[in-house]
């Protein structure tokens, strides 16, 4: 069972470029969901939690589709330190239920 | 910024051996969680604990893994006879309620 579906990517975009990523899930009682980013052999960090209003934090969007049951982020003016792998995360009872990642790559 | 840590960062241990991963929540969090990440592959979650007993466990938390907190600042992670596919990353991390779970940096785990 795939709690949590994301495309893979990978995303190689131009500096300054917007990229928009999105992710499906499964379980509609999750009431939770957040956008943590990974670097290569590190740990997940929070991005930014998502929730039904959707929020905003400088150049990150993150919104929340209840009805077709989908989270996106927008990254606007793409930089690059934001190459990593982008994780879609909705909670459990107790845990969180990881995607398997969107790998971005911007380019100079 | 406080930080979850663990230890040690890259541990080595022969099939069957017993190993013990450790972790240090931040400290004012209640709840503490294990994740594996075997490499290429998504984060797992393995287990949760509250007011010290486990709160939810998977199916890859079987009877070869067990948790701990022997004091007021440690988290262990055992797995008492390691398995080839036991190689992973295994992330600590810990939150202050259920969500916003805040990870370790990991310890990589190779068996052989």
């Known amino acids: 069972r795939k709690e949590v579906e994301q495309d893979p990517g990978p995303f190689n975009v131009p500096e300054g470029a917007t990229v928009a990523f999105n992710c499906t899930y499964s379980?509609?009682?999750?009431?939770?969901f957040f956008w943590y980013r990974q670097d290569c052999r590190k740990e997940p960090k929070l991005l930014m939690s998502?929730?039904?209003s959707g929020n905003e934090d400088g150049r990150f969007t993150a919104q929340l589709n209840r009805a077709s049951q989908y989270i996106s982020l927008l990254i606007r003016d793409s930089k690059l330190s934001d190459s990593a792998t982008y994780l879609c995360?909705?909670?459990?009872?107790?845990?969180?239920?990881f995607g398997t990642g969107t790998r971005l790559t911007v380019i100079p | 910024e406080p930080e979850v840590t663990q230890t040690p960062s890259h541990q080595v241990t022969q099939m069957g051996q017993e190993v013990i991963l450790r972790c240090v929540p931040i400290?004012?969090?209640?709840?503490f969680y294990w994740y594996r990440q075997i490499l290429g592959q998504k984060v797992e979650f393995l287990v949760s604990?509250?007011?010290?007993?486990?709160?939810?466990k998977s199916e890859i938390f079987d009877d070869q893994f067990s948790v701990e907190r022997p004091d007021g600042s440690n988290f262990t992670l055992k797995i008492r006879s390691t398995k080839l596919e036991d190689s992973a990353m295994y992330f600590c991390?810990?939150?202050?309620?259920?969500?916003?779970?805040?990870f370790g940096p990991g310890t990589r785990l190779t068996v052989t």
């Open positions: 991390a810990s939150s202050e309620a259920v969500y916003e779970q805040y």
């Open positions: 379980n509609s009682a999750s009431q939770s």
């Open positions: 998502v929730y039904s």
């Open positions: 995360v909705q909670t459990g009872a107790n845990n969180l239920f």
């Open positions: 400290s004012n969090h209640l709840y």
């Open positions: 604990f509250y007011n010290n007993e486990i709160s939810e």
